[in-house]
């Protein structure tokens, strides 16, 4: 987002939309705030021309000048508009295709997205009138995001209270996505495999699940139908995706094998154990001698197996490398038979396990490489999907 839109109208929860100003600002995009006169009753405009460091408009006429319409000229090049909160009034007007302040008429004007969060009391959010004219605003095109069931201003309980500006942010980044997945089958594999030892010990790695998990909720949110393959983690698998656990290596394999067949896309993201035990003990192991061995024996590898029968699907694969890293990624696509690998050294800060956080190459089968700079697992799973739309 380059540049936001943000309406506000009169509302209590106009003080968090303050919050959402900032966000937008620390994103990097330019805010230009529209408020209601009524929002001006609730907080002051000089609140967000100072955390915008843009003009507030309220007036129709007041920045006008000689060459320019202002309700045009502030939609020039915006990527959405947001009006949060949307008051019952205002949602009216905008259904009716009123135009009686710059808010109203600037709506009538926007080409780009338009995010409605509405924000009232329990009972005329319910009002028939109230959903009514939200439903004429989803089909004219605006996303409308739910309020929150939560304790009200007015001090009932019940759905009305604008979310976190945390969450609208999160619901407006998604709702810009472009939806260039759609209905596209996809398989992720995420998190470490364990490999018991005996009922309370095993062998595994710090993975922590986080880059498949971000690369999953990026597929969803780009139309993907998306199989989540997981080992043990912590994290909550995003909604709308299907999720299967897996603890072993086998698991893994099973799982991938079975729900792989008719997916076109399948990144392995998952830190696999390549070996286990050989032996599990039924009981817990005693310590009884001053040394111990264990024997391993060496597990499928799940990404070459997919590699042999690949036909016209994309494999992707991850690399996680203390040396050597771009050869023995390209060792690794190569005898796997890929199409991408995704390759960081884990000997860089920032990089690798259990950080939010990492910095990758990725190298395709004609030996590209791109390099990419530290980001945050969120933001480099859309990366990895940019680049792969150009396979698609
Ligand atoms: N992988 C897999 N099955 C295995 C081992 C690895 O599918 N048994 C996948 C991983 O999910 C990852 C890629 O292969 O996408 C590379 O994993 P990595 O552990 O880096 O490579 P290995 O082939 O195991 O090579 P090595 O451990 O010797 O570096």
Do not use: W
Request: charged share 25%; with cysteine; hydrophobic share 40%.
């Amino acid at each position: 987002m380059k540049k936001v839109v943000l309406g506000v109208t009169g509302g209590i929860a106009a003080y968090k939309a303050a919050e959402l100003a900032r966000l937008f600002v620390r994103s990097g995009a330019g805010v230009h705030v529209v408020m209601t006169p009524a929002a001006t009753e609730f907080i002051a405009p000089l609140t967000f021309q100072t955390l915008t460091g843009n003009p507030v408009y309220i007036n129709m006429y007041a920045h006008r000048r000689e060459e320019k319409i202002q309700h045009i000229d502030l939609l020039k090049d915006t990527d959405v508009v947001v009006i949060a909160p949307a008051s019952a009034n205002t949602i009216a007007k905008m259904a009716q295709g009123l135009a009686d302040n710059l808010l109203t008429t600037l709506y009538l004007a926007a080409c780009c997205p338009v995010v409605v969060v509405p924000s009232m009391n329990v009972d005329m959010y319910k009002h028939r009138a109230v959903q009514d004219n939200l439903q004429k605003l989803s089909e004219h095109g605006c996303q409308v995001m739910d309020p929150e069931a939560g304790e009200l201003a007015c001090g009932v309980y019940g759905r009305g209270r604008m979310p976190e500006p945390a969450d609208i942010f999160a619901f407006i980044s998604e709702a810009l996505r472009p939806k260039d997945f759609t209905g596209l089958k996809t398989l992720v594999s995420a998190g470490p495999t364990r490999e018991p030892l005996d009922p309370v010990r095993f062998l595994s790695n710090p993975s922590t699940g986080l880059m498949g998990y971000a690369l999953a909720r990026a597929l969803k949110e780009r139309g993907a139908e998306v199989v989540l393959i997981s080992g043990r983690t912590h994290l909550q698998a995003p909604s709308g995706i299907k999720k299967i656990d897996v603890t072993t290596t086998e698991e893994m394999f099973d799982a991938v094998m079975d729900y792989s067949r008719d997916c076109r896309l399948i990144i392995k993201a998952a830190a696999v154990s390549d070996y286990r035990p050989l032996n599990v003990s039924e009981h817990k192991i005693k310590k009884n001698s001053a040394m111990a061995t264990i024997e391993l024996v060496k597990n499928r590898d799940i990404l070459f197996e997919l590699g042999k029968n690949k036909g016209d699907r994309i494999l992707v694969g991850f690399a996680a490398e203390t040396e050597d890293v771009y050869d023995n990624a390209q060792q690794k696509l190569t005898r796997k038979n890929l199409d991408l690998i995704i390759v960081n050294n884990l000997k860089e800060p920032g990089a690798g396990f259990a950080v939010p956080t990492n910095r990758v190459s990725l190298i395709d089968r004609s030996g590209e490489v791109e390099d990419l700079p530290l980001m945050e697992k969120a933001e480099l799973a859309h990366h990895i999907l940019d680049r792969i739309t150009r396979m698609l």
